[in-house]
């Protein structure tokens, strides 16, 4: 299958742009504060948000073949690719850290996973932190067979983060902030330089700029970013931050206050808060609204990035 024969917009229909939903919520407007949501947990039921816009363009690049990925035992990565395997017809390889989980119950997101056709090959915590040194990585090839397409964790490289800028270009003019959630950067690096007027040039007048809420601890991400932008862009591209305070203790972890605070979000709003990421991205938005960040008058849009499989 060549890149060309393989029409993702014909086969899956991707709902592009997402929409731009208003909301009104008095957090917000009773600090002169317009609040919007880029719905991109509607792109598509299967392959939601920045999945699908970090997956399209290495499904194009892969052709055909069969595409090795990695991620945690609960990767919404893993099983959007998954998914997408199972949609187009090409077969996936997930690569999950643990090899303690080989011989456990699957749970349900690698449930999913197996139910749509992915193998998955269990490693060790070690490999799993080394997985981009090539010899490592080589090993891992090694179990298998054929020619495959590998993704990086996430699904964050350089094309990935050109294909992200789409988002920034669908907001550029509408939002003067734009959240979003952060695993591996690659959405925050293509936001950003969408944003921008021209590569490495602020925004006018401080219009378009890009906070990301990492929802990992360790405060390595920016140092990530800025190397997906120097691939994907050859540069800085566009106004950006990271805001690292509501990670909640790191991936997939939560606490009382977080999920009564996405209870209530949905209650206000009748829309499902994914808990792993945008939570925590609403969560610090709030905060930094009641804080005074932003002055009266500033469109802000919270980046809906995607579903909760679980709930």
Not at 72 to 97: C, Q, W
Not at 106 to 117: E, F, I, M, V, Y
Not at 226 to 249: C, I, K, N, T, Y
Request: charged share 20%; aromatic share 6%.
């Amino acid at each position: 299958m060549t890149p060309e024969a393989l029409d993702l917009s014909t086969a899956l229909r991707p709902r592009l742009p997402s929409p731009l939903q208003p909301v009104e919520d008095e957090r917000f407007s009773r600090h002169g504060i317009r609040l919007l949501l880029k719905r991109d947990d509607l792109i598509h039921p299967e392959l939601p948000g920045n999945k699908w816009r970090k997956l399209a363009p290495n499904l194009h690049a892969a052709a055909g073949r069969p595409l090795l990925t990695f991620g945690g035992a609960y990767s919404n990565h893993l099983r959007a690719t998954a998914a997408a395997g199972r949609l187009l017809g090409f077969e996936t390889i997930g690569v999950v850290r643990g090899d303690e989980l080989a011989s456990r119950p699957l749970n349900p997101s690698l449930t999913q996973c197996a139910a749509d056709g992915m193998r998955l090959l269990f490693v060790d915590r070690a490999t799993y932190r080394a997985k981009e040194d090539p010899q490592v990585l080589a090993e891992i090839l090694r179990a298998v067979p054929g020619d495959v397409y590998v993704v990086p964790e996430g699904g964050s490289n350089a094309l990935a983060a050109q294909s992200c800028a789409a988002l920034g270009r669908e907001l550029h003019h509408l939002a003067d902030v734009v959240a979003v959630a952060c695993g591996t950067g690659g959405t925050l690096a293509g936001l950003a330089a969408g944003l921008a007027p021209g590569l490495g040039a602020p925004p006018a007048e401080g219009r378009g700029s890009a906070i990301g809420f990492p929802v990992l601890k360790g405060g390595f991400l920016a140092g990530e970013i800025r190397a997906l932008q120097e691939e994907a862009f050859g540069g800085p591209a566009g106004d950006w931050s990271l805001d690292d305070r509501f990670h909640f203790g790191g991936y997939a972890r939560t606490a009382r206050v977080l999920d009564a605070f996405a209870d209530d979000f949905e209650a206000r709003h009748q829309l499902p808060v994914e808990r792993v990421y945008v939570a925590k991205m609403l969560y610090g938005l709030t905060t930094l609204v009641a804080d005074g960040a932003f002055p009266p008058g500033t469109a802000v849009a919270a980046v809906i990035t995607g579903q909760d499989a679980s709930r």
